[in-house]
């Protein structure tokens, strides 16, 4: 089994930072990508950033400039770099990995279990 643990959810006014993390553990092969997303209440879930195994990003239009995600291959984990925090990004973050196991060689969907990031005066 494969377990991803997310930390570093708070409150903050607008125009701070907060930094996310999210490490995986357990049988662990390699790891394709690791991403995060967030959902706010009465939202859908919605796609925040994504990051290939070689580095390659991918960002929503709405955090693009203001929010930098990065991975540690060596420690298997996510990291997500959050400055000038709005309102509007208040919901809970969730990360994500495509985990490929020692034994199964088709890889499985992992996710954390969320972390709250909350944004207001």
């Known amino acids: 089994q494969v377990q991803l643990v997310e930390s570093g959810g708070g409150s903050v006014q607008p125009g701070g930072s907060l930094r996310l993390s999210c490490a995986a553990s357990?049988?662990?092969?390699?790891?394709?990508?690791m991403s995060w997303y967030r959902q706010a209440p009465g939202k859908q879930r919605e796609l925040v950033a994504r990051i290939t195994r070689s580095g390659d990003t991918n960002y929503a239009d709405s955090v693009k400039g203001r929010f930098t995600i990065a991975r540690n291959n060596a420690v298997d984990t996510v990291y997500l770099q959050m400055n000038d925090l709005k309102p509007e990004d208040t919901a809970a973050y969730y990360c994500?990995?495509?985990?490929?196991?020692?034994?199964?060689?088709?890889?499985?969907?992992?996710w954390g279990q969320g972390t709250q990031v909350t944004v207001s005066s």
């Open positions: 357990g049988d662990i092969f390699s790891i394709n990508f």
């Open positions: 994500n990995a495509l985990v490929r196991q020692t034994m199964i060689p088709e890889p499985s969907l992992y």
